[in-house]
């Protein structure tokens, strides 16, 4: 496995709080050293109120853009269903100017029922969503391919999800980093079916960062994790009080154990 640096990254969840609060906490996290910033891809918050306030994943990213200097900037993740390829493409091409190449791609099949039916979207079924998946993956290539101007840099694209017989695969063949959920025994079980894909389709598996959500301790699950080649660990706030404890204890867990 290639030897990446150990990063820490903060899903700031666009809800439950006005836009100045999580802009002054997209700030902060930067402040404080984090290495990215995702907010997610939905309409409605995922818990609390679900009728609370609530923002848009690609305009705040293009205002993060402009907001933010140092930390990579992206979603966590883009909902597949939500947008043409070819458009997601130009956006994801225009953010990255914007931001002077920071921007991470971050897509998913989607799942939040009440997005798709609020806003119009056929729901279908989880097969049906990763299909459409696998087939817009390479329309987003080949739209990168074409751009003008072209992007600042290979844009990297992270897949989110775990499903073992076709995410993982369209991981295997189109991700630049995999992002997981889930306990150590739960993670290891997917690193190693995102292996066998990657044998399967003639890819070095060290091309694929690993990144992983985290609740709990660092010094418990950080080396837990570390041991199974995850070397990106994102922690969740939501508003409307965004808390950075986590965040902060991630960070200094970084800097102790970064090589």
């Not at 939500?82 to 091409?93: G, H, I, K």
């Not at 991470?104 to 609020?118: A, P, R, T």
């Amino acid at each position: 496995m290639t030897e990446r640096r150990i990063r820490i990254g903060l899903q700031l969840q666009p809800q439950h709080a006005d836009y100045d609060a999580i802009r002054r906490t997209a700030s902060a996290a930067e402040d404080l050293g984090a290495d990215i910033i995702f907010n997610w891809d939905h309409f409605y918050p995922l818990y609390g109120d679900p009728d609370g306030k609530h923002f848009e994943c690609w305009t705040m990213l293009g205002a993060w853009a402009e907001s933010t200097s140092r930390v990579e900037i992206g979603a966590l993740v883009t909902c597949n269903s939500y947008r043409n390829p070819e458009l997601l493409a130009d956006m994801a091409r225009t953010v990255d100017h914007i931001s002077g190449g920071r921007l991470i791609l971050g897509i998913g099949s989607g799942w939040f029922e009440k997005d798709y039916d609020e806003y119009g979207y056929e729901f279908g079924t989880a097969g049906g969503r990763l299909d459409d998946l696998a087939e817009s993956l390479p329309r987003i290539e080949s739209r990168l391919a074409k751009l003008n101007p072209a992007p600042t840099r290979k844009i990297p694209v992270l897949i989110g999800g775990g499903g073992e017989k076709k995410t993982l695969k369209l991981v295997a063949k189109h991700g630049d980093i995999w992002h997981g959920f889930g306990d150590p025994e739960v993670v290891g079980r997917k690193v190693k079916i995102l292996d066998q894909h990657c044998a399967d389709v003639g890819r070095d598996p060290a091309e694929i960062e690993r990144s992983c959500g985290v609740q709990g301790e660092p010094d418990e699950l950080g080396p837990q994790l570390l041991e199974l080649g995850v070397t990106t660990f994102t922690v969740g706030v939501g508003g409307p009080d965004y808390d950075l404890g986590a965040l902060e204890k991630w960070i200094a867990w970084r800097e102790k154990n970064q090589s």
